[in-house]
């Protein structure tokens, strides 16, 4: 059976779009099949990284321990965008469809007790010795702001979109600030992202294919390291940020996937594979209601 939200639904859903959700529904079968990107976690390859001490099984060890969690976190990074950019997707979706009906009907509502409450105060007033009129409803109202949605990215074909990605995630993990062990590092880092970002937004397959062509520059800073005690230290602190990072990632990915406008998505992909239009059965209620509300708001105004 194919869930059907309630109009009332749908207007809170287009006032409280970007809003967290924490509470934990049934999804859990369902979101594999249909939102891929969010929960993809393809198996990484640990970096390499620089050869000091390679005889000792500590060391190694840890060296071990850190690539495999920066290749972790740079794939929730990457998951996490993509997440984000379906949702947004959705969203535009959404308020070409429904969001332009659904304020509307705010509106009107809006409108018809603006109306009710200048007609009681018409009445109040009339009266003999009567108080001045007060609308104590008034100071509690909450104005609602609209946010556009984020523009599209560049049509391209889904072979060339799923090269972009997979592209786009091995240069994150080559260059993500947050990957970075210490600060110098992070500097040199920054700039190199922000190309990647600025190519992946504008979906340019060759400036990401020009990006990963070119070797790191030789003025990349490392890190002191004058003893066997200084690395180890080194590499546990290391190992310890990347616990913080991915916790933080993960998080970030857990509010995503259980808040209301996911779960709205997921209906309405659901809906679509049984052949049901649930975004348009949707604008034609908020129509009839609009048509409704109209006819309200006129008799109102006539009194």
């Known amino acids: 059976m194919?869930?059907?939200?309630?109009?009332?639904?749908?207007?809170?859903?287009?006032?409280?779009?970007?809003?967290?959700?924490?509470?934990?529904?049934?999804?859990?079968?369902?979101?594999?099949?249909?939102?891929?990107?969010?929960?993809?976690?393809?198996a990484s390859r640990p970096s390499a990284s620089r050869a000091v001490a390679p005889a000792d099984p500590e060391v190694s060890r840890l060296r071990a321990e850190v690539a495999a969690k920066q290749?972790?976190?740079?794939?929730?990074?990457?998951?996490?965008?993509e997440s984000q950019e379906s949702l947004a997707a959705f969203q535009r979706e959404f308020e070409a469809r429904v969001g332009v009906h659904a304020r509307r009907v705010v509106e009107l509502q809006r409108q018809i007790e603006a109306a009710r409450r200048a007609a009681f105060e018409r009445l109040w007033q009339a009266q003999p010795f009567a108080p001045p009129f007060v609308d104590v409803s008034e100071q509690f109202r909450r104005a609602w702001q609209h946010t556009e949605p984020p523009p599209a990215p560049p049509p391209t074909t889904p072979d060339e979109?799923?090269?972009?990605?997979?592209?786009?995630?091995?240069?994150?993990?080559?260059?993500?600030?947050?990957?970075?062990?210490?600060?110098?590092?992070?500097?040199?880092?920054?700039?190199?992202?922000t190309a990647v970002n600025a190519a992946y937004a504008a979906r340019d397959l060759a400036a990401l294919q020009a990006i990963a062509a070119t070797p790191d520059?030789?003025?990349?800073p490392a890190p002191p390291i004058d003893s066997r005690a200084a690395l180890i230290a080194s590499l546990q602190r290391e190992s310890r940020r990347l616990d913080e990072l991915i916790a933080r990632l993960e998080k970030e990915l857990d509010e995503l996937t259980y808040s209301p406008a996911l779960k709205l998505e997921l209906d309405v992909k659901l809906a679509r594979r049984a052949g049901q239009d649930l975004l348009g059965e949707t604008a034609a209620a908020l129509k009839r209601d609009i048509a409704r509300l109209e006819v309200e708001l006129q008799g109102v105004l006539a009194r």
């Open 2 to 42: 194919i869930y059907r939200p309630s109009t009332r639904g749908i207007i809170s859903q287009a006032l409280t779009f970007n809003k967290p959700h924490r509470k934990r529904g049934g999804y859990e079968t369902l979101k594999r099949g249909i939102i891929a990107p969010m929960f993809k976690r393809k």
């Open 71 to 81: 290749a972790h976190a740079a794939d929730l990074e990457a998951d996490l965008i």
């Open 161 to 193: 979109e799923a090269e972009v990605k997979a592209l786009y995630r091995e240069l994150a993990k080559r260059y993500h600030p947050d990957l970075a062990p210490t600060e110098a590092e992070r500097e040199w880092r920054t700039p190199h992202m």
């Open 217 to 220: 520059d030789v003025a990349r």
